[in-house]
T-cell receptor, first 112, second 110 residues
């Protein structure tokens, strides 16, 4: 089955801790994206990557970091600098940057 | 003015009703318009994709784009309880990231 997988489904973070959210796709898509969704806020772009070893900041990149070492994988690290990390995190991919995006099932991050 | 405006609802309709969901936007460079459906605690799924102005129909769903008015719509005919979800409009110009509306929460009551 082709698709986008995100893990874990739920993630708990302690104060001062960095956590990493996984996103994998087997669609052979070049572009990948990370969004944050808060209640009533819609989707806000954190980072995106159009090709391997390249990525750009989105609208709310502060407190987050990414890497794109493989075409299939685009992990997101929520650092301790992100003071309000509780949200639903969505990963997406598209054939290239100009095409429609397909989403994974999301990871819900909660702070202990 | 926000780039994309979407009424958050909630919108509640009886089963079988025609539903109209709308977004307005300010950026005249937008060329690609999409509607996503998102069930609670799930990722959004692509429902409709339209390039430039015009109508597109897929089963009970019709997407309309009016670029002169900077206004897009999604119509759902014969609405079903399974249509209860949040509907997100999204749009972009070539080689720029998608810009999303905040989503409209729809409830279809049996």
């Amino acid at each position: 089955d082709g698709g986008i997988t995100q893990s874990p489904k739920y993630l708990f973070r302690k104060e001062g801790q960095n956590v990493t959210l996984s996103c994998e796709q087997n669609l052979n898509h070049d572009a990948m994206y990370w969004y944050r969704q808060d209640p009533g806020q819609g989707l806000r772009l954190i980072y995106y990557s159009q090709i391997v070893n390249d990525f750009q900041k989105g609208d709310i990149a502060e407190g987050y970091s990414v890497s794109r070492e493989k075409k299939e994988s685009f992990p997101l690290t929520v650092t301790s600098a992100q003071k309000n990390p509780t949200a639903f995190y969505l990963c997406a991919s598209s054939i290239d940057h100009g095409e429609t995006q397909y989403f994974g099932p999301g990871t819900r991050l909660l702070v202990l | 003015q926000k780039e994309v405006e979407q009424d958050p609802g909630p919108l509640s309709v009886p089963e079988g009703a025609i539903v109209s969901l709308n977004c307005t936007y300010s950026n005249s460079a937008f060329q690609y318009f999409m509607w996503y459906r998102q069930y609670s605690r799930k990722g959004p799924e692509l429902l409709m994709y339209t390039y430039s102005s015009g109508n597109k129909e897929d089963g009970r769903f019709t997407a309309q784009v009016d670029k002169s008015s900077k206004y897009i719509s999604l119509f759902i005919r014969d609405s079903q309880p399974s249509d209860s979800a949040t509907y997100l409009c999204a749009m972009k110009s070539r080689n720029t990231p998608l810009v999303f509306g905040k989503g409209t929460r729809l409830s279809v009551i049996a």
